[in-house]
């Protein structure tokens, strides 16, 4: 079984999901922060319409393997599974970016800001494989102000729709879910932290607010591994007029930077 089939094939969902993310974690140890109480100052909505799965997402290694890296400290990979094919991320034979249910889907920002940087040129890989040497791909990196700063990464190629400098407003299109950068299948990135640079700086707490996690109202809240959320309306309406907007049904361990 080569790279790409075994990334397909491994468990999203279940048991023996549960256990491999543990036995990943052995020996790894979350990098230290100061910001462990903080309080989100910004009223972040989740950035997508429908529900999505939150793969990677939570505050220890097992739940999230990107709480080693001090900017992803409390980053989060979203992505869409079909309930009814066990778990699946993916239609068909998953060897095309098009299987996967939420690629090419739209994403908006989560709250008013200023787009800071962007990239928007980079191919989306083919399932299986992965671009370590522009880990975000395509992204939008927005400044809420009060030193918060959020990072969306991975967009398909050529559908950035926000410039440097523009001001951006909650629930405006940012780009179209994609597979490019440090991503072996199409998946949403999202963190916060403290600066505009990647790699550089301290993540922060990301709380989201008026959502819904696995069928559950949340006022305010950070979603865990494992949960489906929803947002609770902010961006159904509009997501309609979008093509892209088809959702389906709602990992790989390794997927993301």
């Given at each position: 079984?080569?790279?790409?089939?075994?990334?397909?094939?491994?468990?999203?969902?279940?048991?023996?999901?549960?256990i491999a993310?543990?036995?990943?974690?052995?020996?790894?140890h979350p990098?230290?922060?100061?910001?462990?109480?903080?309080?989100?100052?910004?009223?972040?909505?989740?950035?997508?319409?429908?529900?999505?799965?939150?793969?990677?997402?939570?505050?220890?290694?097992?739940?999230?393997?990107?709480?080693?890296?001090?900017?992803?400290?409390?980053?989060?990979?979203?992505?869409?599974?079909?309930?009814?094919?066990?778990?699946?991320?993916?239609?068909?034979?998953?060897?095309?970016?098009?299987?996967?249910?939420?690629?090419?889907?739209?994403?908006?920002?989560?709250?008013?800001?200023?787009?800071?940087?962007?990239?928007?040129?980079?191919?989306?890989?083919?399932?299986?494989?992965?671009?370590?040497?522009?880990?975000?791909?395509?992204?939008?990196?927005?400044?809420?102000?009060?030193?918060?700063?959020?990072?969306?990464?991975?967009?398909?190629?050529?559908?950035?729709?926000?410039?440097?400098?523009?001001?951006?407003?909650?629930?405006?299109?940012?780009?179209?879910?994609?597979?490019?950068?440090?991503?072996?299948?199409?998946?949403?990135?999202?963190?916060?932290?403290?600066?505009?640079?990647?790699?550089?700086?301290?993540?922060?707490?990301?709380?989201?607010?008026?959502?819904?996690?696995?069928?559950?109202?949340?006022?305010?809240?950070?979603?865990?591994?494992?949960?489906?959320?929803?947002?609770?309306?902010?961006?159904?309406?509009?997501?309609?007029?979008?093509?892209?907007?088809?959702?389906?049904?709602s990992n790989?361990?390794?997927?993301?930077?």
């Open positions: 079984m080569n790279r790409a089939e075994t990334i397909r094939n491994f468990p999203k969902t279940g048991w023996r999901n549960l993310r543990h036995l990943a974690a052995l020996g790894q990098a230290k922060s100061d910001f462990l109480d903080y309080d989100t100052q910004t009223q972040l909505l989740l950035p997508f319409a429908g529900a999505w799965y939150v793969y990677w997402g939570g505050r220890s290694v097992a739940w999230n393997r990107h709480v080693v890296s001090h900017d992803q400290r409390f980053a989060y990979d979203f992505l869409i599974l079909d309930q009814s094919r066990s778990g699946r991320s993916f239609r068909a034979t998953g060897d095309n970016n098009a299987d996967y249910f939420c690629f090419d889907l739209p994403i908006y920002a989560p709250a008013d800001g200023v787009a800071v940087r962007t990239e928007n040129e980079l191919p989306d890989n083919s399932p299986g494989e992965m671009n370590a040497k522009a880990p975000l791909g395509n992204f939008v990196i927005l400044d809420h102000g009060r030193g918060e700063f959020s990072f969306l990464a991975h967009f398909k190629r050529g559908t950035v729709a926000v410039r440097d400098g523009e001001r951006v407003r909650s629930g405006q299109l940012l780009a179209h879910c994609g597979n490019s950068g440090n991503s072996s299948e199409p998946h949403l990135h999202y963190h916060l932290q403290n600066t505009a640079i990647p790699f550089q700086g301290e993540g922060l707490p990301a709380s989201f607010v008026e959502y819904f996690a696995d069928g559950k109202r949340v006022v305010r809240g950070e979603p865990l591994a494992r949960q489906s959320v929803s947002c609770e309306g902010a961006f159904s309406e509009g997501a309609l007029s979008d093509p892209a907007s088809n959702n389906h049904a790989d361990h390794a997927f993301s930077d």
